[in-house]
Structure formats: C-alpha cells, structure tokens
C-alpha cells in the first residue's frame, strides 16, 4: 500500500488503564505506524501510567509517530486497585469518559481536524459514542481472546445457571449448544462471571456498543482461533481485522547484576528443562496457594525459574531449593525464548498465553479470573499445548503441592509420549504465529486491509450513528 505521497494521517488510542491492555494496545500502535508511514498516533494515558511506562523504559522505546498524552488521575491508583476491581471498573466507566472527551476536542483544534480514527479498547463501553458525536471512526480493539469475545457477543442466549448444581457439574457442561465454537466455555464460568453483578452490566453495556464500532481488530490470529474467528465475522455487520500475535516488546532496562545473574543460571541449564513461572502483574494469590506450589515445585525435582514481582522473592528462593531461582523482574519473552526453557506455569492472561504461543512453550494453567478461565481450557483441550489445574482444586479452593509437582513432572518430561506431543503442537502454533505476519500471511494481510478500507473512507462514520 502507497502511503508515502499522501497526506499525514492521525489515529488516537485509548487504551483500558491496566497493564493488559496497555502494552498490547502499544504494540498495535507499533504495527500500525511501522505498516503506514505518514501515520501518526497519539495514545492516551492517565498521569500515573504516564510515569509508570516512563519508569519502566517503555516510553523511550515507542517510534516517535507514537506519543503519549495524558489526562488526570480520575480512577483509583494502579497499586493495589486488585483490592476493590470492582470499584476501579466501575470508575473507568463512570470518571475516565469526560476527561478523555475533553483532550479530543483539544486534539482537534491543535490539528486543525478531526484524527482519521480512534482506536479504542472494546472495555471503554463510551468510546464508541464519544467518537460517533465527534464523526469520528471508531476501532474497537479487543485484547483478549476472540473466543471470549464470542462469548461476550452472545450474553443475550447464556442459560440461567442451575444454582443448585456444583462447579464439577457445571465445568462439564460447555456453551457450546447455545454458540458454535464455546466448547471452552463452561457454564460454571457464567456462573462465576454473574456474580461480578455491576462490572457484568458494564460488559454487556460495552457489548452493545462494540456492534456501532466501524471496525474491530484483535490481537489474536486466525490460525490460533478460526472457528471464533469466522462466527465473529458472521454475525457482526462490521469488518473485523485479526492482526496478531501483538505483542509489545519489553525495553532493555539494563539491569545488569542482577540481570546478569539469572542468565547465567539459565545458560548453565541443559536445554528443555527449566520451568519458567510466573502469574502476571495484577494476579494476587493466597500466601497457602503461593506455599503448595513453591514446595509442588521443590517436590517435583524439576528446574524452575519463578518471578515473583512485589512477592518476597527471598522467602522464595528458600522455598526452591538447588532446583530454582525466584527474581522480581526479568523479560518475559527473552526468557521464554531461552533454550533452556521447556514449559511455563502461568496464570494464563492473554499477553502471556500469546507470548508463550509465540516461544512455542507449552503451558501449565493455573487461571483464577476472567478470560484466564477460558485461555488455560483451550491451551489444554483444543490446542493441546498444555495442563489445566484448575480442576484440581481442593474443596478450599486450594491446589495442592501434589498436583502441581505431577503436573510439572508430566510437562517437562521430555521422553514421555504426552511431553512430547504437546511440545509437537507448541512448535506447530509456534510457526503458525510467525507465518502470520509474514509477507502474505493472515495478519498482515489483514493489517493492510484495514489500512486501506481506512484511507478509503471506508469505515467512515454513518449518520445514523452520529
């Protein structure tokens, strides 16, 4: 596609306020300005994600078409807002839209213009409208997996849950008879999810929205979920454009000593054979969960390399043994694409699960919330890339040291039939993902698609929806 010797283009990005959704909207915003060279983007961020991506390096790595602007710190703090999640969704709902609102009139004016598009994360449920009064394009960008997406598109046919049975019963029992393609989906995930009573008003809200966006795109690629991918396109009158596996990149923090230290561990290892751990940046578990899988780990005799972010990493690392290091921080795609890196124990967020998919690793799932539910089920059952523990919890809730140390033992067991068909089908997702961006691969062609219906105003905003 020739951009060169058109007139600059400008897109605005706003991103959900959370880690997860932020560096994959960042890495959206990399792939659509290395794609078109006369765009532009503007991304905006509250004043504390401003400091907290300039902290972490990543301000001073994004291309200079991408800049940050800011708007003030209307929503509970990033640290600890795990504590009320309900409270600090229902404050990106209620508080974010104003400011927002109010910095693309000011956009506007500076540029003399309306930008050509807003890309907007599907969980802003007034994007949608903010830019239609504006008659401006909105894409909605959905950073989850396009199965759940599918889900959350169908909420109007999810079954009332029989309260009375168990969550064995109702993990049996998937959504699938009432959506082609939610074998993932079980109904004691709804049942779960219904409990989330506000925030699921606020999904269905965002929902509704999601169908007067002029486009949606993903971070996924067909070839990871065609089945969704293709009911999706069916059944929404708006183009959709998978452009995955984005993935932001981290920056090189040069953290040398410490750094230093856990490359050296994982150099000295023989390859295939460390367990790399590690449960994301919001996920909080019990300090009895955190104990049996430390000792499971210990008891499995498996190589493990565990990041324990804001967890006592010194405690840790007692815990493990001569088998494992426990490091707050590390890069997560260098290490997963370490040759000594043979699996990952993972909470399942979707950055994670693409990244694994990615270093062609397989998983062991240990989901506790949300779409992880879903992600850690299709990385077992369709994909067969991996373990799911949920189903082992005890009646606590608890997972034991047993079960976890089995599971590592059977994942990292490069001589059993199992081991090695899951490493088998991690390769061949492993590729699948590389092909995709390619010259002439699914995602981007699908990139230069949406490129091209937006410079030819097709995904123009209609007037019955301004």
């Not at 929902?207 to 486009?215: L, S």
Request: proline share 6%; net charge negative.
């Amino acid at each position: 596609m020739a951009t060169s010797a058109t007139a600059a283009r400008h897109m605005v990005a706003l991103p959900y306020p959370g880690r997860g959704h932020i560096n994959p909207m960042l890495a959206v915003c990399r792939l659509l300005v290395g794609a078109d060279g006369a765009l532009t983007v503007t991304v905006v961020v509250t004043e504390e994600w401003h400091g907290l991506l300039a902290s972490a390096g990543v301000s001073t790595t994004l291309p200079e078409c991408v800049r940050l602007v800011t708007v003030p710190n209307v929503i509970p703090s990033e640290h600890g807002r795990g504590a009320d999640h309900a409270g600090f969704i229902e404050a990106v709902s209620c508080n974010l839209a104003e400011p927002v609102e109010r910095l693309l009139d000011r956009l506007v004016l500076e540029l003399g213009r309306r930008p050509e598009a807003i890309v907007a994360d599907t969980c802003l449920q007034w994007a949608v409208a903010a830019g239609a009064r504006r008659g401006i394009p909105v894409c909605s960008l959905w950073t989850q997996p396009a199965t759940f997406f599918l889900a959350l598109c169908h909420l109007d046919v999810w079954p009332p849950v029989d309260e009375g049975a168990s969550e064995e019963e109702l993990s049996c029992k998937s959504m699938e008879q009432y959506v082609p393609g939610l074998s993932s989906v079980r109904l004691s995930d709804l049942k779960i999810f219904r409990a989330w009573e506000r925030p699921m008003k606020i999904v269905a809200e965002a929902f509704a929205n999601v169908r007067k966006a002029q486009c949606v795109l993903f971070t996924s690629f067909h070839e990871l979920e065609p089945s969704s991918m293709n009911t999706i396109a069916e059944s929404l009158r708006s183009p959709i454009y998978p452009i995955g596996p984005s993935i932001l990149r981290a920056p090189d923090k040069g953290e040398s000593a410490r750094d230093e230290e856990h490359r050296r561990w994982l150099d000295a290892q023989p390859e295939n054979s460390v367990l790399y751990v590690s449960f994301g940046s919001f996920v909080a578990m019990p300090p009895k969960q955190v104990e049996e899988i430390a000792v499971g780990l210990r008891d499995s005799a498996v190589r493990f390399f565990w990041v324990a972010r804001d967890r006592a990493t010194a405690g840790l690392r007692e815990k493990c043994g001569d088998k494992g290091m426990a490091v707050p921080w590390c890069d997560q795609q260098e290490v997963l694409s370490h040759p000594s890196v043979g699996g990952f124990l993972s909470h399942c967020g979707w950055n994670s699960v693409l990244e694994a998919v990615c270093a062609g690793v397989p998983v062991i799932g240990f989901p506790v919330v949300w779409d992880q539910l879903v992600n850690a089920r299709m990385v077992a059952d369709e994909w067969k890339t991996g373990i799911n523990l949920r189903q082992q919890r005890g009646e606590d809730g608890i997972v034991s040291r047993a079960a976890v140390s089995d599971a590592a033992r059977k994942l990292m067991d490069l001589d059993s039939d199992a081991g090695r068909e899951m490493r088998r089908r991690a390769a061949q997702l492993r590729d699948a993902s590389r092909g995709a961006v390619l010259e002439g691969g699914s995602s981007q062609r699908s990139l230069s698609g949406f490129l091209e219906d937006l410079v030819d105003g097709k995904l123009e905003v209609a007037e019955s929806s301004a």
